[in-house]
């Protein structure tokens, strides 16, 4: 059963612009992958594992979310982008190793920068 505030959350979000709504989705992994990095140095592969794996469906959504007809040569370089990010949280949660989820951390990092000064340039 949805509650009140669970439904006006949800409301809020699918009125927010598809721009915002981004920066949102980015803004989470961000912060997924920092969960995990903070379990994989307490040695917590439980925790780590979790982490890892909500880290993994925000990038598989942003894949999904790309639309390759719009022939953007962006499009192509982001899904590559989004593999290499996949590949690394598989890998940091195999070996619990921090060093690739520093590396994600550093892509999508820089990619939700760019997506901030584009927002911020469309005001």
Do not use: H
Not at 43 to 55: E, V, Y
Request: with cysteine; proline share 4%; hydrophobic share 45%.
């Amino acid at each position: 059963m949805t509650t009140a505030y669970q439904a006006y959350q949800q409301d809020t979000v699918m009125a927010m612009p598809a721009e915002q709504l981004l920066l949102r989705i980015y803004d989470a992994l961000l912060r997924r992958i920092e969960e995990a990095r903070r379990a994989v140095n307490a040695r917590d592969r439980g925790r780590a594992g979790i982490a890892i794996s909500k880290s993994l469906e925000i990038v598989a959504a942003l894949r999904e979310a790309l639309e390759p007809t719009t022939g953007a040569p962006c499009v192509p370089k982001l899904d590559q982008l989004y593999r290499t990010v996949s590949a690394w949280l598989v890998e940091a949660n195999v070996q619990q190793a921090p060093q690739f989820l520093d590396s994600s951390r550093r892509v999508i990092g820089t990619l939700k920068e760019g997506w901030d000064a584009a927002v911020l340039s469309l005001r």
